[in-house]
């Protein structure tokens, strides 16, 4: 009986590669508690004592504890969240959210890329196009989707699935989770850097909503190839940035061990890229993050695509483009500009834009 | 000799260091006892083919080895002196600086800090210099990029300046001109650097639409950020021989993949060879081929 019991016991530690059972390193404590629930219900139901009101008094401390931890997590650990092993994929919210899915592969020139899936399907009452970065839950699996590392054929693939949904007027969602695009020899061969820019190239000409989401990492220019919308939304502890906190350690601090640091000098929590407004949206998580509760958090992504594409919708196409290109054109631009080009009247602005030019003409060459 | 072997130094440093006899057979008798003792400045060795060459006869070549034809990395204001007719550059957005968006700090200093010490060193504001120029008459508007500022690396400033260099050249109507030569997005940064990547994209979009013509010189070296977006959407894309061109660094990739690079990977050959280039110009007859071009797209 107690043989079995552990063997059950281990059951979930197998499933993921965290030795303790999916807690983190600084979840020291919740793991103590959870430990500690697990001696008393195996105690009681082998000595037969009911221990219930002893555990739910646990279950509350160890709530407690985590509303703690996750409401200030530094930088580096919502990178570990967000890379937790146990965190829902692509595959769960293909099966929790969207129904009837319809995968459509191959880029048409080379192959299919298993790090990108492209399909139809209904969110809500709506149809869509998904795209999403796919990161593989078996090692097999992982092994075929490139561990969420996508190949040019990938965004080709993305692209041309993409322009097939703007013919029919099928709006699209963009799901990424992916630690960068693949840096191989193939992967350079095919034209790597061609395939994204030309993804950045086209996006903000679709003439469809586009709702993007970080789902989990979202890593420089592999996320950003299928990450150019009308919306950029977020997930709680997913991140995203330019660089890998490693990458960043090991050429700003010669040390990738420094990887903390950089995680946090890079601003690349959803907290921070909300303040510093390079999304639109911060899409919360279950307590405890996505991986202890995947329902929740696809019920939270689906509620936020149902409501953003109902707003997308409303808008005029040309209106729609017009907007999404101001708001590519804005990023970076400092809040008080922003507030000022918004602030400043119709009028006003027509007339300092005007201004401007003649200025510019003005610098003629010296020589012809 | 090929352009595109690159031997690193530290074969040479080797030998200095250990003046074994096998080594020394290999070093056919010449000495490099000068080595130190030669006044700084005058010489520069070639990493192509590793000759000493005489630095003003490099210049007076365009700073092309007149040996092996490598192409070394050149500077901004030198490239415009070299491809712009003369005197004939007009800077524009010239005092555009970065306000730190992240305020960013790391090891003992910062990115203000390294922003100070790069503008002192590179004698230019930003990683990139636009303006009005005229190529053998032809008037475009010229974006050029400054290697020794940061790497040469994408971040606001950047983004902003092409945008309005787009802007301009679609409102002027003239051709558009980039010559290109950067490690990527700016990572001092962070995600402001890689939305440049989108916006710069963006931007070009509405050039298409508008029919302008855009032609961009990829120089050595262009990875990362810059050619995963900017830099590989010209109409007509240009290189130089023997430069490093790629997604990402070639340390990266044998990182990743733990295997010996092939030889001559990721140069301007290489991507010529797998259908990603127009064509490879030398850098003297880089002038009359986009005049050329120019004047092929006329409407």
């Known amino acids: 009986m107690a043989e079995r019991d552990t063997i059950i016991d281990k059951m979930p530690n197998n499933k993921n590669s965290l030795s303790n059972g999916g807690h983190l390193e600084f979840e020291g404590k919740v793991a103590d508690?959870?430990?500690?629930?697990?001696?008393?219900?195996?105690?009681?139901?082998?000595?037969?004592?009911?221990?219930?009101?002893?555990?739910?008094?646990?279950?509350?401390?160890?709530?407690?504890?985590?509303?703690?931890?996750?409401?200030?997590?530094?930088?580096?650990?919502?990178?570990?969240?967000?890379?937790?092993?146990?965190?829902?994929?692509?595959?769960?919210?293909?099966?929790?959210?969207?129904?009837d899915f319809r995968e459509l592969h191959g880029d048409r020139c080379f192959g299919d890329d298993r790090a990108i899936i492209t399909g139809l399907g209904h969110i809500g009452r709506e149809r869509v196009l998904i795209v999403g970065q796919d990161k593989g839950k078996s090692t097999k699996q992982k092994i075929a989707c490139n561990f969420g590392c996508p190949n040019p054929e990938g965004y080709r693939k993305a692209l041309a699935k993409m322009k097939f949904a703007e013919k029919f007027g099928i709006p699209i969602v963009t799901l990424i989770d992916t630690p960068g695009a693949y840096p191989g020899i193939g992967a350079e061969e095919r034209g790597q850097a061609q395939a994204i820019a030309v993804n950045l190239n086209q996006m903000p000409r679709l003439r469809v909503p586009i709702i993007c989401i970080v789902i989990g990492e979202g890593g420089s220019g592999g996320a950003l190839g299928i990450g150019v919308g009308d919306r950029l939304a977020i997930l709680e502890f997913a991140y995203y940035s330019v660089i890998s906190p490693e990458g960043c350690a090991a050429i700003l601090w010669r040390d990738g061990s420094q990887?903390?640091?950089?995680?946090?000098?890079?601003?690349?929590?959803?907290?921070?890229?909300?303040?510093?407004?390079?999304?639109?949206?911060?899409?919360?998580?279950?307590?405890?993050?996505?991986?202890?509760?995947?329902?929740?958090?696809?019920?939270?992504?689906?509620?936020?695509?149902?409501?953003?594409?109902?707003?997308?919708?409303?808008?005029?196409?040309?209106?729609?483009?017009?907007?999404?290109?101001?708001?590519?054109?804005?990023?970076?631009?400092?809040?008080?500009?922003?507030?000022?080009?918004?602030?400043?009247?119709?009028?006003?602005?027509?007339?300092?834009?005007?201004?401007?030019?003649?200025?510019?003409?003005?610098?003629?060459?010296?020589?012809? | 000799?090929?352009?595109?072997?690159?031997?690193?130094?530290?074969?040479?440093?080797?030998?200095?260091?250990?003046?074994?006899?096998?080594?020394?057979?290999?070093?056919?008798?010449?000495?490099?006892?000068?080595?130190?003792?030669?006044?700084?400045?005058?010489?520069?060795?070639?990493?192509?083919?590793?000759?000493?060459?005489?630095?003003?006869?490099?210049?007076?070549?365009?700073?092309?080895?007149?040996?092996?034809?490598?192409?070394?990395?050149?500077?901004?204001?030198?490239?415009?002196?070299?491809?712009?007719?003369?005197?004939?550059?007009?800077?524009?957005?010239?005092?555009?600086?970065?306000?730190?968006?992240?305020?960013?700090?790391?090891?003992?200093?910062?990115?203000?800090?390294?922003?100070?010490?790069?503008?002192?060193?590179?004698?230019?504001?930003?990683?990139?210099?636009?303006?009005?120029?005229?190529?053998?008459?032809?008037?475009?508007?010229?974006?050029?990029?400054?290697?020794?500022?940061?790497?040469?690396?994408?971040?606001?400033?950047?983004?902003?300046?092409?945008?309005?260099?787009?802007?301009?050249?679609?409102?002027?109507?003239?051709?558009?001109?980039?010559?290109?030569?950067?490690?990527?997005?700016?990572?001092?940064e962070g995600v402001v650097s890689l939305g440049q990547m989108a916006k710069t994209s963006a931007a070009l979009a509405k050039f298409d639409e508008a029919g302008g013509l855009y032609i961009c010189v990829l120089t050595d070296p262009t990875t990362g950020g810059v050619t995963a977006s900017f830099a590989t959407l010209g109409d007509c894309l240009i290189a130089e021989p023997g430069a490093l061109i790629g997604f990402a660094g070639p340390r990266t990739i044998a990182e990743t993949i733990k295997i010996e690079l092939p030889e001559g990977f990721q140069t301007s050959e290489f991507m010529l060879e797998h259908g990603f280039l127009d064509m490879i110009v030398n850098r003297r007859d880089l002038r009359s081929e986009i005049a050329r071009l120019i004047d092929y797209c006329q409407k």
């Open chain 1, 33 to 99: 508690l959870d430990s500690q629930m697990n001696e008393l219900r195996r105690l009681s139901s082998i000595k037969g004592i009911d221990y219930s009101a002893e555990i739910r008094r646990l279950q509350r401390q160890q709530v407690t504890e985590l509303k703690r931890i996750y409401s200030n997590l530094t930088a580096w650990q919502t990178v570990q969240v967000a890379r937790h092993p146990n965190r829902p994929l692509l595959s769960d919210y293909l099966d929790l959210m969207v129904k």
């Open chain 2, 1 to 188: 000799m090929p352009t595109t072997a690159k031997q690193p130094p530290a074969q040479v440093r080797g030998l200095n260091n250990n003046m074994g006899k096998e080594v020394k057979s290999k070093w056919n008798g010449f000495s490099l006892k000068p080595r130190k003792e030669m006044p700084e400045g005058l010489w520069v060795r070639c990493p192509g083919c590793e000759h000493m060459l005489y630095k003003s006869a490099v210049e007076k070549n365009l700073n092309v080895c007149p040996e092996c034809n490598h192409h070394f990395r050149i500077e901004a204001a030198t490239r415009i002196k070299y491809l712009a007719d003369e005197d004939s550059f007009q800077e524009i957005l010239g005092d555009l600086t970065t306000d730190d968006p992240l305020g960013f700090k790391f090891r003992d200093t910062t990115y203000k800090q390294r922003i100070k010490d790069d503008v002192k060193k590179s004698g230019v504001k930003e990683a990139m210099l636009i303006g009005k120029a005229f190529i053998k008459g032809r008037g475009i508007i010229l974006a050029v990029m400054e290697p020794n500022f940061l790497m040469g690396s994408m971040g606001f400033v950047v983004g902003e300046k092409l945008c309005a260099a787009i802007d301009m050249a679609m409102a002027e109507k003239l051709p558009l001109v980039a010559v290109c030569c950067s490690g990527g997005a700016r990572m001092h």
């Open chain 1, 259 to 368: 990887a903390p640091k950089a995680a946090e000098a890079l601003k690349l929590t959803s907290k921070d890229l909300y303040k510093l407004g390079l999304v639109d949206a911060v899409i919360s998580e279950p307590l405890g993050g996505a991986h202890r509760n995947l329902h929740d958090t696809v019920y939270n992504v689906e509620k936020y695509i149902v409501k953003t594409l109902r707003d997308l919708k409303r808008t005029k196409l040309d209106n729609l483009l017009d907007n999404r290109y101001k708001k590519l054109r804005l990023i970076g631009v400092s809040p008080a500009e922003k507030l000022r080009r918004k602030t400043l009247a119709g009028k006003e602005r027509v007339k300092e834009a005007l201004e401007a030019i003649p200025t510019k003409r003005k610098r003629v060459p010296a020589k012809v």
